[in-house]
């Protein structure tokens, strides 16, 4: 007789009870529910870049590589709030900044800071993405589409953005955005993150480790500027094999670490690791984390110090990193508790009346070195 068509022993169809064996003891065993994500295309077809942001993003992120590759003598400054949480109140933010940038555009490349996630040491919130509500509902989809809106609308007044990137997926959903990006310093040692970093159209920064070492810093941009393979997921939502050219707009961000490494010793300190990697001699000083012990008003000391190095000729500081808000100071989330406006409710930030003059001396002081040569 001819076999069956519906054979279990043949077919092994789904759904046949001796055919399929039962994984639910072994797979999944700690997965609490599985819900769909939308599309990067499908969210880049609603939302989709205007002509005039494409060519803010793309001339930004030239004018920073110039920078790095020494043909340009301004400074990069990254600065805004440690974490976006409310789309109202970064607006408000970038239109204080939009023509404070504009007025130092000869001495300054202003980049707004646009973070969307978080890295926790332990737990709590993950930033605007994983959690817009703010509630704990972890509404992802909202999360990314808020962000693409906020950076729309950033972009749109012809300031640019920077973020850092944590999630290895979400990138596929903003970095088109992006003119600037940070890997942080507990991914900085990350392999995926370093492919990721290969790939991404735009500079790339790596803080030193949590301990203030330079050397996973000076590693990372070597693997980074290099080309690799690695598995990921396309703009239509399909795993895939990517194959990176390398990125070569890489540099090493000094964050602190056991203690402060802003000033001239750390910094020739960290110019010799670079120097014995046969990379160029060039950092990014961040004024927050460890350089300023995590007290935000410190900030203001460590921009003071970086802008007397600069006047002093010092031309390997490329950039700095200030974490600033409306409002100085921090705030817990708390239950039921609408937060204070303008105010971080991640790490602490200087307010905005002391970020404009720290913005303008920096300025001031990238004319003094101009000056010296």
Not at 105 to 123: C, D, H, N, Q, S
Not at 140 to 158: D, S, T
Request: glycine residues 8%; neutral net charge; proline residues 5%.
């Amino acid at each position: 007789m001819p076999a069956s068509i519906d054979n279990p022993q043949r077919d092994r169809e789904a759904g046949v009870a001796d055919a399929t064996l039962d994984t639910t003891r072994i797979d999944d065993t700690r997965i609490a529910a599985v819900r769909a994500l939308v599309s990067p295309a499908v969210l880049l077809e609603e939302l989709p870049v205007t002509a005039g942001i494409e060519s803010l993003v793309e001339t930004t992120r030239q004018a920073i590589g110039a920078v790095l590759q020494g043909r340009d003598d301004r400074l990069v400054a990254v600065v805004g709030p440690c974490s976006i949480h409310d789309h109202v109140q970064a607006m408000h933010y970038a239109r204080l900044l939009k023509p404070l940038a504009d007025e130092l555009a000869g001495e300054l490349i202003v980049v707004m800071r646009v973070y969307f996630e978080k890295p926790r040491t332990t737990v709590g919130w993950k930033g605007y993405i994983n959690d817009p509500r703010l509630d704990g509902s972890f509404r992802i989809n909202e999360g990314l589409r808020r962000a693409r809106e906020l950076l729309l609308e950033i972009n749109a007044l012809g300031l640019p953005a920077g973020t850092e990137f944590l999630d290895l997926l979400s990138p596929q959903y903003q970095s088109d955005l992006i003119a600037w990006g940070a890997i942080g310093a507990r991914t900085t040692e990350s392999q995926s993150h370093r492919q990721l970093a290969s790939g991404l159209s735009c500079p790339v920064g790596f803080k030193n480790g949590t301990d203030g070492g330079v050397q996973v810093a000076a590693d990372a941009l070597v693997s980074a500027a290099a080309p690799h393979s690695f598995m990921g997921m396309t703009k239509m939502g399909v795993a895939a094999i990517f194959e990176t050219r390398g990125n070569a707009d890489g540099h090493v961000i000094l964050r602190g670490g056991k203690s402060p490494n802003f000033d001239a010793h750390h910094v020739d300190a960290a110019c010799a690791v670079l120097r014995k990697a046969g990379l160029r001699e060039q950092v990014m000083v961040d004024c927050s984390h460890a350089n300023s012990a995590k007290q935000h008003r410190r900030q203001i000391e460590v921009a003071a110090d970086v802008a007397r190095q600069l006047a002093g000729g010092e031309r390997r500081i490329v950039g700095v990193m200030v974490e600033s808000h409306l409002h100085e100071g921090r705030q817990d989330l708390l239950p039921g508790v609408a937060p204070k406006p303008g105010v971080s409710i991640t790490d602490a930030c200087i307010g905005w009346d002391d970020t404009a003059p720290l913005l303008r001396a920096l300025a001031d002081a990238v004319k003094q070195r101009r000056a010296r040569a």
